[in-house]
């Protein structure tokens, strides 16, 4: 069982930045690909980013390329969204994920254990 923990968000103005953390149980974070999704208002759940087992590879929703960045430290059971340059369009409840298989996902389906998820609300 893994469980996710976010945090960090927030109500920013338009332009702004934050960064999101999640902190994952557990000795073996190091073997789990993770990735950020979020969810708006009357909107389903969509990908933002996700990372594999060391970092090696990354992917994001064109949306957010080129604004936000995601990184982990294993080390530190840690997985992290920087967000600059936001929009009011970005706001969102942010969920943590991991995939504790072999596939690197980058769909919610594919996701084993998720958390409770962080809300970040940007102004106009």
């Known amino acids: 069982q893994v469980q996710l923990v976010e945090s960090g968000g927030g109500l920013v103005q338009a332009g702004a930045s934050l960064r999101l953390s999640c902190v994952a149980s557990?000795?073996?974070?190091?073997?789990?690909?993770m990735g950020w999704f979020r969810q708006a208002p009357g909107k389903e759940r969509e990908f933002v980013a996700a990372?594999?087992?060391?970092?090696?590879?990354?992917y994001y929703a064109d949306s957010v390329k080129g604004r936000f960045t995601i990184s982990r430290e294993n080390a530190k059971n840690t997985l992290y969204l920087q967000m600059n340059s936001l929009k009011a369009e970005d706001t969102a409840v942010y969920y943590c994920?991991?995939?504790?298989?072999?596939?690197?996902?980058?769909?919610?389906?594919?996701?084993?254990?998720w958390g409770k998820g962080t809300l970040v609300t940007v102004s106009s």
């Open positions: 994920a991991a995939n504790v298989g072999l596939v690197f996902y980058t769909t919610s389906g594919g996701m084993d254990y």
């Open positions: 557990g000795r073996t974070f190091g073997s789990y690909h």
């Open positions: 990372i594999s087992q060391t970092g090696g590879t990354i």
